[in-house]
């Protein structure tokens, strides 16, 4: 059975055609932390045969701002203000995963962490970033 924050964060997929159009998948979200993963598959590799890095780039960002959206109410919404990635190795094939928590959250920014894995656990990219946090309900 499936948790409340991955059934909100399913909800919050929906509107993120990018996210489905790469076919990203939510494995998990608990309180700060999130695992996402997506298939290689053709369309995403560059031309040296390996995923392209603004794959593993989104893949990340999208971890951590899971991760962070399940500490913030429905009526929050986080804006990426800061990424930064560190590539270690390609990926080729098969399943990458990737994991991501949140580290500070205050009342207007919010700071994570994640990282990419193969199946075999192979560490392939990490990352950080910074999001805004903006409260939709005052208009």
């Known amino acids: 059975m499936k948790n409340e924050l991955v059934l909100r964060e399913e909800e919050w997929m929906k509107n993120n055609r990018f996210r489905d159009l790469i076919g990203l998948q939510i494995e998990d979200i608990g309180d700060g932390t999130a695992t996402l ?9 560059q031309g040296a045969g390996m995923v392209h890095g603004g794959v593993i780039t989104t893949l990340i960002d999208s971890v951590i701002g899971s991760a962070v959206r399940s500490v913030m109410s429905e009526q929050t919404i986080s804006l ?3 990424l930064n990635i560190n590539f270690f190795r390609p990926a080729t094939q098969g399943r990458i995963f990737a994991g991501g928590r949140v580290i500070n959250r205050g009342k207007l920014l919010a700071v994570g962490v994640g990282d990419v894995k193969d199946e075999a656990g192979k560490l392939l990219a990490t990352g950080r970033a910074t999001y805004v946090l903006k409260d939709i309900s005052k208009k």
């Open 80 to 82: 990426t203000a800061e």
């Open 37 to 45: 993963s997506l298939a290689v598959q053709d369309q995403l590799l």
